[in-house]
């Protein structure tokens, strides 16, 4: 489900479950996880993440896993420590990142995406509730309009409009992003750490107040949820009540 391949100091981690569109389970975390931490233990001096087939990742599987115990505590857990890892990552955004997917894209510090691919969060077609991290990091990088677009609208967002923006940095393919990461994994490390230690230090860290933990938990908690659930296994529009 996850390969990784090395070329001089850069290590590429792909994600391997075309036929699933990449969606993400517990073994595919756990085994990016894993990934992640090889290649820094290997001195990776750069690291591209991608996806194999058409699609980046359509996010969590939603035929079972993401409605776990623990999984959704899994997958933060992951975003965060691909976030912290102490060398550049590299998102080349192959086709749709969508969800988790678009997750683990922000988690990166920088995006190369294919011309026709798109991000996208539609959490609020599936009645999930999303972590403070997320929202927070959506507005740092495509800003305040566009990220109530993407979460309150659903509105996908094109390559174009990304790289407009700067949530994509370049447009190209995975070999653009890998050209970049060799050219990137000669420049002096320690310079680079220090960059991502102050750029992801933007706030979406901090501790949300209260009463938006509550907020987030009590979708997770609805029967909307459990609606969205059943609405995908019978193959028809959820009914949500707010509930």
Known sequence: MIESSAVGAVTTIELV????RNALNREMVQALSVAFT???EAEARAI???????????GADLSGPVYEHGFIEQLVALVEQIE???VP???ALNGAALGAGLQLAMAADLRVMDPAALA??????IGVGLDEWTIRRLASLVGGGQARGMLIGCDPLSADRAHTLGFANRIGDLAEA?????TIAGYAPLTLRHYKLVLTGDGARDVPPAEREQAMRAAWLSDDLQEARAARNEKRAPKFTGR
């Open 17 to 20: 479950r075309p036929e699933k």
């Open 38 to 40: 090889e290649a820094v």
């Open 48 to 58: 591209v993440l991608t996806g194999r087939g058409e699609v980046f990742s359509a």
């Open 84 to 86: 912290t890892t102490p």
């Open 89 to 91: 990552v590299i998102a």
């Open 120 to 125: 996208g969060i539609p959490a609020a077609k």
């Open 178 to 182: 890998q050209h970049w990461a060799a």
